[in-house]
């Protein structure tokens, strides 16, 4: 993994606050999926269709934020997939749902993070949960999401990944136009991410 994270910090890819480019980045014979932008609705569309016989690959986040319920599920296909995600020079918001999905979770030292209490657009997949079952598959354990608060869930979810509890819950209490912004230590201390990388 550090070869792609030089290769891309050399190849510095510009931040993107519009619509999210969503696209695969190769190098020799390493390959990696670029997100970068503001996450929107069935961005998760164009995830999976580009994950399609590409699984083994990073996962590399430049976010201001954007939908959550559209993050979850991108966020479900990498865990599903049991792939890797990397902070890039900025992720905020529904971005940390995105980068708390991978097996390994890794920060650039100059990589801005910050959570707050989200924004929740529903467009059916997250507002119909009463009636509404899904699975997440984590390692050899089947999980169900089901009848929680909007807030409850995205708890959950955190939870689910592997973030500590008191993370998970405790950004619920940061009014969504602020932003909780901690030096990456504060991170890997809460299990959002697992490792600090320098260039």
């Given amino acids: 993994m550090s070869i792609i994270l030089?290769?891309?910090?050399?190849?510095?890819?510009?931040?993107?606050?519009?619509?999210a480019d969503i696209y695969i980045h190769e190098k020799d014979t390493i390959k990696s999926i670029i997100i970068n932008g503001t996450i929107e609705q069935d961005d998760d569309l164009k995830f999976i269709e580009l994950?399609?016989?590409?699984?083994?690959?990073?996962?590399?986040?430049?976010?201001?934020?954007g939908n959550v319920e559209t993050a979850m599920r991108i966020g479900l296909y990498i865990r599903q997939y049991k792939m890797d995600?990397?902070?890039g020079p900025m992720c905020y918001s529904s971005c940390t749902i995105i980068l708390a999905s991978g097996i390994n979770r890794t920060a650039m030292e100059e990589s801005k993070i910050g959570m707050h209490r989200p924004v929740i657009e529903t467009d059916g997949f997250l507002?119909?949960?009463?009636?509404?079952?899904h699975l997440l598959f984590t390692s050899s354990q089947t999980i169900y999401i089901a009848g929680l608060?909007?807030?409850?869930?995205i708890s959950s979810y955190f939870i689910m990944m592997g973030v500590e509890p008191l993370l998970a819950t405790g950004h619920l209490m940061i009014p969504n136009k602020s932003i909780l912004e901690k030096p990456n230590?504060?991170?890997?201390?809460?299990?959002?991410?697992?490792e600090i990388k320098s260039p």
């Fill in 6 to 19: 030089k290769l891309l910090v050399i190849y510095s890819i510009s931040w993107n606050i519009l619509a």
């Fill in 51 to 65: 994950i399609q016989n590409n699984d083994d690959m990073l996962v590399f986040i430049i976010s201001p934020g």
């Fill in 85 to 87: 995600t990397l902070a």
């Fill in 127 to 133: 507002s119909s949960i009463n009636v509404f079952l």
């Fill in 149 to 153: 608060t909007d807030a409850s869930r």
């Fill in 185 to 194: 230590t504060f991170w890997r201390e809460h299990n959002l991410i697992t």
